[in-house]
Nanobody
Framework: QVQLVESGGALVQAGGSLRLSCAAS??????????MSWFRQTPGKEREFVAA????????FYADSVQGRFTVSRDNIKNTWYLQMNSLKSEDTAVYYC???????????????????WGQGTQVTVSS
């Protein structure tokens, strides 16, 4: 079993920045074939894809709404990935979840059910 623990959520003013972290632990396997991602969710809405990164290749993917403002990265030694969020807007307010996928399920990195493991979520609130 894999455990994911997010950190870094906070209250920030519009235009500000935050960095979220997600640390993976629990199983003694390599993440070399995994895709690591960030989703977000607001009350009454479905979980929304934000960004993804492949563990070995370093390819990244972003939702249109965050392209150019958010950057996803990883630290393979620490089994941790990050979401650097700049130029935050009030519409970025949400609970942010990290997730990882072993790519064995049907779907793509945009699809929440594609992911095997999820963190508990961290609240990001952007005040205008």
């Amino acid at each position: 079993q894999v455990q994911l623990v997010e950190s870094g959520g906070a209250l920030v003013q519009a235009g500000g920045s935050l960095r979220l972290s997600c640390a993976a632990s629990g199983r003694t396997f390599t993440f070399s074939t995994y895709v690591m991602s960030w989703f977000r969710q607001t009350p009454g809405k479905e979980r929304e894809f934000v960004a993804a990164i492949t563990w070995s290749g370093g390819s990244t993917f972003y939702a249109d709404s965050v392209q150019g403002r958010f950057t996803v990265s990883r630290d393979n030694i620490k089994n941790t990935w990050y979401l650097q969020m700049n130029s935050l807007k009030s519409e970025d307010t949400a609970v942010y979840y990290c997730a990882c996928s072993d790519r064995q399920r049907r779907g793509t990195h945009y699809d929440a059910p594609w992911y095997n493991y999820w963190g508990q979520g961290t609240q990001v609130t952007v005040s205008s």
